[in-house]
C-alpha cells in the first residue's frame, strides 16, 4: 500500500468553483501505449483519431481509466505519455492524473489504473494485498505437480482517490478486476491458446476467479473503511469488474440487503447506476454476438438524490471476439465509456 496525503489540495479547474453538474465516466481504453505491438498498426496517432472524440464526448469533470500504460523518455522515470496526448485539446487537457505506482515511485510499464480529475486531490491510497492477502493454493492439475499450496497471486492494486469537491469530500475507487482468461497453469497449455486437458483449463478458470474474488472483497473492504470513519461519505466504484451484474464480484461489493439479510446495512449498499439505462443498450462489451455489462459504476445510497441520468456510449463496439477483430482494423476500444450525471447545485 502507498498513501499519499496532500495538505494543500491540488488540481482546481476552471469553472468549477460554484459547481452544479458534474459527471463521473469510467473507461478501459484498452492497453494504451505508443510503440505499437507486432504487427506495428495501429499507430498511437491512429488510435488517438477515434479515441479523442471518445473523450470530447465524455464532457466528464473525472474519469477512471484503465489500462493506461508507461511510456519511457530519456533521463526520466516512467510516465504517462500517451494518456497526456490523448487528454490534449479535450476538456481534460489541464486535469490532475493520479495513477497507480510501482515501488519506484514512477509507474507501471502496463495496465495503470488512472484517475484523471479537474477537482482538487486530498488523498491517494493504492491497496494491494493490504486487506486482504493473496490467495493460497495447491493446483491439482500442475505438471509437474505442486508438492506444496503456492501464492497465486493478484496482478492488479486497487485505486483510491479522495477528491474534494466544493460541498465536501467524494471518494473514488477504481478498480479493474481479473479477467476470465484462465491462468496459465505448468504442463496445461499446448500453446498460448490451446490447452492439452479439459481439467487444466478448467482449474485455470478456477485460479482467475479465485484473484477476481479476492480484489473484489478488497474493495469491499475498502468502502466498509470508508464508511465506518464516515457514514456519510460519498463513496463511487467504477472500473472494469471483468463481470455481469448477476456475478458475485459485483454482487460482493455491492453488498446488497438480499444477500447480507441484515437490513442494518442497507445504509452502506453500493448502486449500480446501470439499472436506469434500458436493458437493450446495457452493455459496455460486444462478445460472441452478445452485449455483456463488464463496466461498471456502484455509488453510495446518498448520491442518489443528486443522481441524474446515465450514458454507455456503445453505438460503435465490435464483436471483439470474431477472427477478424484485431486492433488494425478497431483502434478503438473494446470497451464503451460509462457516463453518470450528478447535480450538486
Same mark, same amino acid.
Given at each position: 500500500?502507498?498513501?499519499?496525503?496532500?495538505?494543500?489540495?491540488?488540481?482546481?479547474?476552471?469553472?468549477?468553483?460554484?459547481?452544479?453538474?458534474?459527471?463521473?465516466?469510467?473507461?478501459?481504453?484498452?492497453?494504451?501505449?505508443?510503440?505499437?505491438?507486432?504487427?506495428?498498426?495501429?499507430?498511437?496517432?491512429?488510435?488517438?483519431?477515434?479515441?479523442?472524440?471518445?473523450?470530447?464526448?465524455?464532457?466528464?469533470?473525472?474519469?477512471?481509466?484503465?489500462?493506461?500504460?508507461?511510456?519511457?523518455?530519456?533521463?526520466?522515470?516512467?510516465?504517462?505519455?500517451?494518456? *497526456?496526448?490523448?487528454? /490534449? %485539446?479535450?476538456?481534460? +487537457?489541464?486535469?490532475?492524473?493520479? &495513477?497507480? $505506482?510501482?515501488?519506484?515511485? !514512477? @509507474?507501471?510499464?502496463?495496465?495503470?489504473?488512472?484517475?484523471?480529475?479537474?477537482?482538487?486531490?486530498?488523498?491517494?491510497?493504492?491497496?494491494?494485498?493490504?486487506?486482504?492477502?493473496?490467495?493460497?493454493?495447491?493446483?491439482?492439475?500442475?505438471?509437474?505437480?505442486?508438492?506444496?499450496?503456492?501464492?497465486?497471486?493478484?496482478?492488479?492494486?486497487?485505486?483510491?482517490?479522495?477528491?474534494?469537491?466544493?460541498?465536501?469530500?467524494?471518494?473514488?475507487?477504481?478498480?479493474?478486476?481479473?479477467?476470465?482468461?484462465?491462468?496459465?497453469?505448468?504442463?496445461?497449455?499446448?500453446?498460448?491458446? *490451446?490447452?492439452?486437458? /479439459? %481439467?487444466?483449463?478448467? +482449474?485455470?478458470?478456477?485460479?482467475? &476467479?479465485? $484473484?477476481?474474488?479476492?480484489? !473484489? @472483497?478488497?474493495?469491499?473492504?475498502?468502502?466498509?473503511?470508508?464508511?465506518?470513519?464516515?457514514?456519510?461519505?460519498?463513496?463511487?466504484?467504477?472500473?472494469?469488474?471483468?463481470?455481469?451484474?448477476?456475478?458475485?464480484?459485483?454482487?460482493?461489493?455491492?453488498?446488497?440487503?438480499?444477500?447480507?439479510?441484515?437490513?442494518?446495512?442497507?445504509?452502506?449498499?453500493?448502486?449500480?447506476?446501470?439499472?436506469?439505462?434500458?436493458?437493450?443498450?446495457?452493455?459496455?462489451?460486444?462478445?460472441?454476438?452478445?452485449?455483456?455489462?463488464?463496466?461498471?459504476?456502484?455509488?453510495?445510497?446518498?448520491?442518489?438524490?443528486?443522481?441524474? %441520468?446515465?450514458?454507455?456510449?456503445?453505438?460503435?463496439?465490435?464483436?471483439?471476439?470474431?477472427?477478424?477483430?484485431?486492433?488494425?482494423?478497431?483502434?478503438?476500444?473494446?470497451?464503451?465509456?460509462?457516463?453518470?450525471?450528478?447535480?450538486?447545485?
Amino acid at each position: 500500500m502507498y498513501r499519499c496525503r496532500r495538505d494543500k489540495p491540488v488540481g482546481v479547474a476552471k469553472g468549477v468553483v460554484g459547481m452544479g453538474t458534474v459527471r463521473v465516466a469510467t473507461f478501459n481504453v484498452e492497453n494504451l501505449d505508443e510503440t505499437p505491438p507486432a504487427p506495428a498498426p495501429p499507430t498511437l496517432a491512429e488510435r488517438l483519431a477515434v479515441l479523442r472524440p471518445q473523450i470530447v464526448r465524455l464532457r466528464a469533470d473525472i474519469v477512471c481509466f484503465q489500462e493506461i500504460h508507461g511510456q519511457e523518455r530519456p533521463g526520466q522515470p516512467r510516465g504517462l505519455h500517451a494518456l *497526456t496526448e490523448l487528454l /490534449a %485539446g479535450t476538456n481534460l +487537457e489541464k486535469a490532475t492524473l493520479v &495513477s497507480t $505506482k510501482p515501488d519506484h515511485d !514512477a @509507474v507501471f510499464n502496463e495496465r495503470n489504473l488512472v484517475v484523471a480529475t479537474l477537482f482538487p486531490v486530498a488523498d491517494v491510497e493504492q491497496i494491494h494485498n493490504d486487506l486482504v492477502a493473496e490467495p493460497v493454493y495447491r493446483r491439482l492439475t500442475a505438471n509437474p505437480v505442486d508438492t506444496a499450496p503456492i501464492s497465486i497471486g493478484v496482478e492488479r492494486p486497487v485505486l483510491h482517490v479522495r477528491l474534494t469537491l466544493p460541498d465536501g469530500p467524494l471518494h473514488i475507487i477504481n478498480v479493474h478486476l481479473k479477467s476470465k482468461i484462465p491462468t496459465d497453469i505448468p504442463g496445461q497449455k499446448i500453446d498460448n491458446f *490451446t490447452w492439452r486437458t /479439459a %481439467g487444466g483449463w478448467a +482449474e485455470g478458470s478456477f485460479i482467475s &476467479s479465485m $484473484k477476481r474474488m479476492a480484489q !473484489a @472483497v478488497e474493495v469491499r473492504l475498502i468502502v466498509d473503511r470508508i464508511l465506518d470513519a464516515d457514514p456519510n461519505a460519498r463513496v463511487i466504484v467504477a472500473g472494469d469488474f471483468n463481470a455481469t451484474p448477476d456475478e458475485i464480484p459485483v454482487l460482493a461489493i455491492r453488498g446488497q440487503v438480499e444477500d447480507t439479510g441484515n437490513p442494518a446495512l442497507g445504509q452502506r449498499v453500493l448502486v449500480p447506476i446501470e439499472h436506469t439505462i434500458p436493458e437493450p443498450a446495457r452493455y459496455t462489451l460486444y462478445h460472441q454476438g452478445r452485449g455483456q455489462m463488464l463496466d461498471h459504476m456502484l455509488i453510495s445510497r446518498n448520491l442518489l438524490a443528486h443522481y441524474r %441520468g446515465s450514458e454507455i456510449h456503445n453505438e460503435i463496439l465490435h464483436d471483439e471476439s470474431a477472427a477478424f477483430a484485431d486492433d488494425r482494423k478497431y483502434p478503438e476500444s473494446d470497451h464503451a465509456p460509462v457516463v453518470a450525471t450528478f447535480d450538486f447545485g
